[in-house]
């Protein structure tokens, strides 16, 4: 049977990079974008060229009824949902001392609160399906923690606290969820950074690269081919964080 994932955040980047993959496997996918229309019409048109057929569908994840409209989109369309990929997210560079309160209700409210609000409208369609794969992408930001990105760095944990506490309670739905943590990886989120930075970046990495989309995109690949791993936070990352 034709596979259905719905991929957040799917316009550019990571996001991006996890829609190609996907869609070159034979999985029918609804990649979101918020902003980037443009970007995300793009990786459809590339797509076409080699004969894929993904949707792309505009919503902001962060809110409830459009993440509902996205899903009911879905359902209507395909009639089930199978893979849901929670990559959406936003970065914010802040000194402890600086966060505002709406400065953390945005980063919260884009990394933490759009993961929970999409698993939950999708995942009573996989429960009923008896099956399911949920990846959340959070970051080695989670495990580590990141200074001048403590907010970002608890939506992360969040994100992996609640990986393993959904996979004990979807487990005997037969639904398996799983955190894939990046590290430094060479998308626009940090396009901030200097040429210095990135080469210091890749001094103190192990495998002496950044990071790039298709590195996450083949994880989530294997994934969603896997039947036995659940609960756990995969960090790829070049050997940046060995735990
Ligand atoms: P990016 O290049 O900045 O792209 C962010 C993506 O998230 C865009 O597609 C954007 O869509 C989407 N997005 C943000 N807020 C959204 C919302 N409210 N609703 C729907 N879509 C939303 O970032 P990236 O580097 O690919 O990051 C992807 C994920 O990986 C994020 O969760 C990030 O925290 C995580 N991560 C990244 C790194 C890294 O080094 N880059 C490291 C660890 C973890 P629009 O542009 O269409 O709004």
Redesign the pocket.
Known sequence: MEKIAIV?????????AIVVALARKGIKVIA??????E??KQVKAELEKENLQIDIFK????KREEVKEMVAYTIKKYGRIDILVN?????QEKLFQDITDEDWENVMN??LY?AFCTTQEVVQFMINQKSGCIIN?????GINGGSYAVA?SAT?AGMDGMTKALAKELGPSNIRVNSI?????N????AYLTEEEWEEIKQETPLERI?E?VDIAKCVEWLVEDEFTTGQVISINGGLVIT
Do not use: L
């Open positions: 957040t955040g799917g316009s550019r980047g990571i996001g991006r979101n974008y918020n902003k980037s229309e970007k995300a919503a902001d994840v962060s990559n959406a997210g936003i970065n884009g990394n759009s992408i959070s970051s080695i930001y970002y992360k943590a990046p590290g430094c990886m998308t626009d989120m940090n990071g989309g």
